[in-house]
């Protein structure tokens, strides 16, 4: 065997797990499983099986997930870049599925870097609802914006915040909630061998104190009636097991929700909280509908989850998730920025960091208390003594109304010179550590608009004014992933009736959006940001 596991981690494994530790040693003598989930933002299911460049094997647990052979490289593909799929390991695919998200959720990712989970999340709201994500950590908070902007998700909103504070934001406000939390990282040993030298003895219990905190936090934010999905990728029956007892000794509010278990998902392990006085025989027979994924039981690498409910019967406490319904539902119906068709811009507000535009109607009209307003309002930015420069928005309204076709859903919100739509009110951030208030639209800059590499990596073809496609086979999509210059005829740019060739494309691979190009007599000039560009040989 190649790793050299720690003596008391070994000790503590043969203890739990009896007559099928020597089973359990033997995964280690086998290579990680190596997986992908299909982007069903940018293409189904079955399209991809179609084009697919892989040989691909289904995950069981995960509908869109698959085995790939070892020795492929699906980072070194053009449809990486297009965010058609996500590069995750299998196991990690499975506390999303038990999440049960549907269109229109109110959710929350509350350990979410680098992304993984976010990104499935996304998928399954199809656009609709609210997903907030999550990191205590900023630098990683740069690896999560960055895959939700690939993977082209319009309705997120990415924080850095400490639990507890997200909780005085949001009391009783998300109806789904996942807490993929921090941990000893025991079950990721095989995958990922440098985890061992942070491995200590202590660590659980190290670990277990954090995964409280973040439980007691969770709980003052979810509905009555919702969902929260606890998982960790260790084995210590502590940071597991132990962890949900505790919680549901303490809130009373909340019942386990049995995963129901087959070839891949075992039941938790109680045996070692059987006869410990603060654990009562209900909870015991809760703690057996908790999940565990073994990696000597299925292919993937170990896992952990409990899914918890916090029950319907409503208190006093409960008017904030009233109100919080109230205002998501109201959002849904009305609060829709068209960018097609309208005859007149919205106006727009004073503000020190940021702009929130009126709800509008799908029809684009402004709002009866907006239509009195002057439109010679500004935004402004900066703060202080020193006067404030002010800055017309108009130029991103003539954008999206002369260069998109659909509709865009969300809050205008202005931070600095950036523009972004997001899913919430601004009043609702306030306070908070902002990474992105929702979908990154581009840059006002000298009173033109410039449009972001995240518009367009979550638009499809049909809703640019203009559009090319570029070969994945023959180095034409890779050539534009490396920031080159390309000869395309005026032929080949797709123009939405009215348009011209000349202006900016919306770049696709495949037919599949990857980025934005500036179309003018034969070339197009790239602009594809540097940062994102493909390196591979």
């Not at 593909?77 to 599925?97: D, F, K, N, R, T």
């Not at 850095?160 to 504070?165: C, G």
């Not at 499809?460 to 999509?477: F, K, M, N, T």
Request: aromatic share 10%; glycine share 10%; proline share 6%.
């Amino acid at each position: 065997m190649a790793l050299r596991l720690p003596s008391p981690f070994l000790a503590k494994m043969k203890s739990l797990l009896g007559e099928n530790y020597d089973n359990f040693m033997k995964s280690y003598e086998q290579l990680p499983y190596a997986g992908i989930r299909v982007n069903t933002l940018k293409i189904s299911r079955e399209e991809f099986l179609k084009v697919s460049p892989f040989e691909l094997e289904p995950i069981p647990w995960c509908s869109t997930g698959f085995y790939i052979r070892d020795g492929e490289r699906p980072g070194r593909h053009p449809y990486y870049h297009a965010g058609l799929y996500y590069i995750q390991e299998p196991s990690a695919m499975a506390p999303v599925e038990l999440l049960g998200v549907a269109p229109g959720d109110i959710v929350l990712d509350l350990c979410a870097a680098p992304g993984g989970k976010s990104t499935q999340i996304a998928a399954k709201l199809k656009g609709e609802g609210v997903l907030v994500s999550n990191d205590l950590h900023p630098d990683r908070t740069k690896a999560l914006a960055k895959n939700l902007e690939m993977y082209g998700v319009r309705n997120a909103v990415v924080l850095n915040e400490d639990p507890e504070r997200i909780a005085g934001a949001f009391p009783r406000f998300f109806t789904k909630i996942l807490i993929d939390a921090p941990c000893s990282g025991e079950g990721m040993f095989r995958k990922d061998e440098s985890m061992l030298k942070y491995w200590e003895e202590s660590s659980p219990l190290k670990f277990a104190e954090m995964q409280r905190e973040i439980l007691t936090s969770a709980a003052k934010m979810l509905t009555p009636g919702g969902r929260l999905v606890y998982s960790t990728c260790t084995f210590s029956p502590e940071e597991n097991e132990g962890m949900i007892a505790e919680f549901l000794n303490n809130h009373q509010d909340f019942r386990l929700v049995p995963v129901e278990h087959s070839d891949y998902f075992s039941p938790g392990e109680t045996k070692w909280l059987t006869g410990q006085g603060h654990v009562g025989d209900d909870v015991l027979i809760q703690l057996t509908g908790t999940a565990r994924l073994w990696p000597h039981k299925v292919k993937g690498e170990g896992h952990f989850m409990a899914v918890l409910q916090r029950e319907r019967e409503l208190t006093s406490g409960d008017d904030e998730s009233k109100r919080a319904a109230l205002m998501l539902q109201d959002h849904s119906n009305d609060g829709t920025l068209a960018v097609s068709s309208r005859t007149d811009k919205p106006r727009e507000r004073k503000g020190k960091l940021s702009l929130r535009e009126e709800k509008m109607g799908q029809s684009g009209k402004n709002s009866k208390s907006g239509k009195s307003a002057a439109r010679q309002q500004t935004s402004r930015r900066g703060s202080g003594d020193r006067q404030a420069d002010y800055i017309s928005i108009d130029p991103f309204y003539d954008f999206i109304r002369e260069q998109l076709h659909g509709s865009l859903s969300g809050y205008p919100v202005l931070y600095g010179n950036h523009v972004y739509i997001s899913s919430l009110p601004e009043d609702r951030l306030k306070q908070l550590k902002v990474i992105r208030p929702g979908w990154y639209m581009g840059q006002l800059k000298n009173e033109r608009f410039v449009p972001g590499h995240p518009l367009a990596t979550a638009l499809h073809p049909e809703e640019a004014a203009r559009y090319v496609s570029l070969s994945s086979e023959d180095g034409e999509a890779v050539r534009y992933l490396k920031g080159e210059t390309l000869s395309i005829s005026e032929e080949r740019v797709v123009c939405r009736q009215g348009a011209e060739a000349k202006g900016y494309v919306l770049v696709c691979i495949d037919g599949y959006s990857a980025g934005w190009g500036k179309w003018q007599a034969g070339m197009l000039k790239n602009e594809y940001p540097a940062g994102w560009r493909w390196t591979s040989v």
